[in-house]
Each structure stands twice: as structure tokens, then as C-alpha cells.
């Protein structure tokens, strides 16, 4: 309760809150960390309304949604009757008073702005190594950039150009020693896939792989000095 209260004390004003007991809200006030203002999710309790698969007399969320609105006096902007049971509007303060007071709500929660993580770890050797120039390593790879227009030159033994994971992006191989372009170790094919293939990728949009390539089988680089 105490937390609740230091929450909405922070949120709306105290101008608002003195038309209004504290201990008449029987719904949980919570924050975002970006919020919108004046855009609030509603999220009611079991026995105020039913979503769609709910075999109940009760009405659905989306006919209590519009019943709340009118009497609270708030847009709604859009209605869940499938995986929560609630909905989303805009208030101002005084509306969401009442909303918080309303017994058939459990919360209201600050609509909020969210951005995607463009960090992955613990990521592999070859991905935490790419995106520093100093060791040691730190087990993750940031992705913040798209490399649109990125060309990834691969000197290895050749590459299984007909991979299914290459397919459009691989250019023109070169072959400096005879013998053709295509992979004759296995070791030249791991290494565009560091680069170019999905989901692993680095950087993630890498357009296209060109090769070198050895005619004759030649063993793997030690992986131990190659990571020092
Ligand atoms: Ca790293």
C-alpha cells in the first residue's frame, strides 16, 4: 500500500489527490520507466468482465471497457478480450482517480515506450571478438549498427558458395593458388557464417562474402593463438 501510494503521489497532483481518499482506491497504481503521458492500460479483475474463450455470463472486456469510459469519463483506445482482460486509454488525472477507485479494476499501469535489447551475451568467441579492438574479452557483442552496404572479404580455404544460408549475398570468390573457389577444408565455410549467416550474424545485415581460396587441403589455424 505504501509503495502504491508514493507512486500515484508522484504521478498525479496533489490537487487531484485531495478530492479523493487514499484508502478509496482498491486498484494498484504502477509506473513505466518511459511513460507516455496521460496513456494508461486497465487490467480488471476475473469477475469484472470476460474474455472471449471464457464461457461466463458476464459481459466481455471490450462492452466494460466502453461502460467505464462513458462513466469515467476517458478514451478508450483499444480492447484485449483475448489475452489480458483489459484495455488501454487516455486519461487525464481526474479520470484516473477514478478509475483507481473503481472496485472491478486490479491495476492501471502507465503506458510506456520500450526499445529492443542490442546486446547479445553471452555471445560466441567470434562474435565478442568482432565488436572490440582490446582484450580481454567481455562475453557479449553490441549490434547497434545495421551495416547496410557492408562487404565481408573472407581469406580462408574457400567457401560452400551453395550454402542455404548465403543464398543471394555471396559474390565472386578469388582463387590465388589454383583449385577453385569452393571449400576444400570445412574451416573456410565457418568463417562467412560468423559473418554473414543467420542468426549469428555479424554485422547483421552483411550484405555479401567473397572468398580466397587454396587448392590444396590445408588444416584449420590454431584456434588457441588465432584468439590471443
Ligand atoms: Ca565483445
Request: include cysteine; hydrophobic fraction near 45%.
Amino acid at each position: 500500500m505504501n509503495r502504491r501510494i508514493s507512486l500515484l503521489s508522484a504521478a498525479i497532483a496533489a490537487t487531484v489527490l485531495s478530492a479523493a481518499s487514499m484508502s478509496a482506491f482498491s486498484a494498484d497504481f504502477r509506473t513505466a520507466q518511459n511513460p507516455v503521458q496521460g496513456e494508461y492500460i486497465v487490467v480488471l479483475k476475473n469477475d469484472a468482465a470476460r474474455i472471449a474463450s471464457e464461457a461466463r455470463p458476464n459481459a466481455l472486456v471490450s462492452t466494460i471497457a466502453r461502460q467505464m469510459a462513458a462513466s469515467h469519463r476517458m478514451n478508450v483506445t483499444q480492447s484485449f478480450d483475448h489475452a489480458v482482460r483489459g484495455f488501454a486509454v487516455k486519461a487525464d488525472d481526474a479520470a484516473l482517480v477514478r478509475l483507481l477507485a473503481d472496485p472491478r479494476v486490479a491495476y492501471v499501469e502507465e503506458n510506456g515506450v520500450m526499445s529492443i535489447n542490442a546486446t547479445q551475451s553471452p555471445a560466441t568467441w567470434g562474435l565478442d571478438r568482432v565488436d572490440q579492438r582490446a582484450l580481454p574479452l567481455n562475453n557479449s557483442y553490441v549490434y547497434n549498427r545495421t551495416a547496410a552496404g557492408v562487404h565481408a572479404y573472407i581469406i580462408d580455404t574457400g567457401v560452400l558458395g551453395t550454402h542455404s544460408q548465403f543464398t543471394g549475398r555471396m559474390g565472386n570468390g578469388f582463387d590465388a593458388v589454383g583449385g577453385g573457389t569452393t571449400d576444400c577444408n570445412g574451416h573456410g565455410t565457418h568463417a562467412p557464417a560468423l559473418s554473414a549467416a543467420p542468426p549469428g550474424a555479424w554485422p547483421r545485415a552483411s550484405r555479401s562474402i567473397r572468398c580466397a581460396c587454396w587448392a590444396a587441403p590445408v588444416p584449420a589455424p590454431p584456434r588457441a593463438s588465432s584468439r590471443a
